[in-house]
Nanobody
Framework: QVQLVESGGGEVQPGGSLKLSCAAS????????IGWFRQAPGKGRERVSC????????LYADSAEGRFTISRDSAKNTVYLQMNSLKPEDTAVYYC????????????????WGKGTLVTVSS
């Protein structure tokens, strides 16, 4: 059974940092790419970052480039999203997802989703 469990969300002031974790079970990073997505109130879901299966190539949305870093720890089967220089527009529910050999973590190819963790950036 596949489970993806996000943690690390919370409230932070603009300019602050948070590190999200996605604990994965039932999938291997050899076969599954892991993506971080977010959905702000009243908006559609946006892919934030992706770490590809096996070799671990990373990609970022323009909105995340230079501020967010995705990484993984195979020993812990956990993927992280380090978020720095947070802005109010980063406020959203953040989800991790797993896609079997997903090239770019496009949401329509992802197989499994976590329940999300809320990030609020506010002064």
């Amino acid at each position: 059974q596949v489970q993806l469990v996000e943690s690390g969300g919370g409230e932070v002031q603009p300019g602050g940092s948070l590190k999200l974790s996605c604990a994965a079970s039932g999938v291997t990073f050899r076969d599954y790419s892991i993506g971080w997505f977010r959905q702000a109130p009243g908006k559609g879901r946006e892919r934030v970052s992706c770490i590809k299966n096996n070799e671990g190539t990373t990609l970022y949305a323009d909105s995340a480039e230079g501020r967010f870093t995705i990484s993984r720890d195979s020993a812990k089967n956990t993927v992280y999203l380090q978020m720095n220089s947070l802005k109010p527009e980063d406020t959203a529910v953040y989800y991790c997802s797993a896609g079997f050999k997903a090239m770019r973590c496009d949401d329509y190819v992802m197989n499994y989703w976590g329940k999300g963790t809320l990030v609020t950036v506010s002064s």
